[in-house]
């Protein structure tokens, strides 16, 4: 399994390219402004074929590229059945951003515990709601890695004050669907370094209180 980083966008998103290395197929996680052609040419070079994108909820900086990326590939969309709305209509909660975002329907709507099966790749799907109401995080078992969205960062949390937001529901998917993984789970965030389960149970100051 490869994970390819792509950071662009004026809010410094991380999309994610999944390449599973013995059929690779991929997946894309996350679209955000302006990634859309470096992240297809990278599957490219990598001669490998992109699946899906899967978003982590619906917030227009996650989203941007969702368009783009449709039109290069034949990547299905997926998305939260919470969070779909945002997805159709991006619209709907920007506030004068100086640029259109294209709305997308998606092809696949996500529930808590779904499996997205990628060649050997089997990322489970863990609806994480605090951030939006449709938030998820993707887990691959095998590989011990951990794919957060806006839910879980290196040092802090999602913010929550946003539509859909709940400071004491992302404090409990945290604690009750994350943190019970391995403390060796490698985090790989919507935004900033990745990290991992046992630091931030450690050194997380918004997450330490909860062991």
């Known amino acids: 399994m490869i994970v390819k980083a ?4 004026p809010l410094l998103t991380i999309g994610y ?8 197929y991929a997946v894309v996680i996350d679209a955000p402004k302006d990634s859309a052609e ?3 040419n990278e599957a490219k070079k990598r001669d490998c074929e992109i699946l899906c994108l899967i978003n982590t909820h619906g917030h227009w900086d996650h989203i941007a590229d969702d368009a783009e ?6 990547a299905k969309v997926a998305i939260h059945q919470k969070d779909a709305h945002l997805l ?8 004068e951003l100086p640029f259109r975002i294209e709305g997308v329907k998606p092809d696949i709507i996500l529930n808590d515990g779904d499996i997205i099966e990628v060649g050997e790749m089997r990322l489970r799907v863990i609806h ?3 951030h939006t109401l449709g938030s998820i995080c993707l887990y691959e078992e095998n590989e011990k890695i951990l794919f957060s969205g806006d839910t879980l960062f290196s040092g802090t949390i999602g913010r929550t004050d946003l539509p859909g ?3 004491d529901e992302i404090i409990k998917s945290i604690q009750e669907k994350l943190f019970v993984l391995d403390d060796d789970v490698t985090v ?3 935004h900033g370094p990745s990290t991992t389960i046992g630091k931030e149970k450690q050194f997380n100051p918004f997450l330490t209180q909860l062991m």
Do not use: C, H, M, Q
């Not at 990326?69 to 034949?74: G, N, P, Y």
């Open 6 to 9: 792509f950071e662009s966008g």
């Open 17 to 24: 390219l999944v390449i599973d290395e013995k059929s690779n």
């Open 38 to 40: 470096e992240i297809v």
């Open 69 to 74: 990326i449709i039109r290069l590939t034949a």
């Open 88 to 95: 159709e209509d991006p619209k709907s909660v920007l506030y």
């Open 128 to 130: 994480t709601p605090g």
């Open 165 to 167: 937001g709940s400071y």
């Open 188 to 190: 790989y965030p919507g």
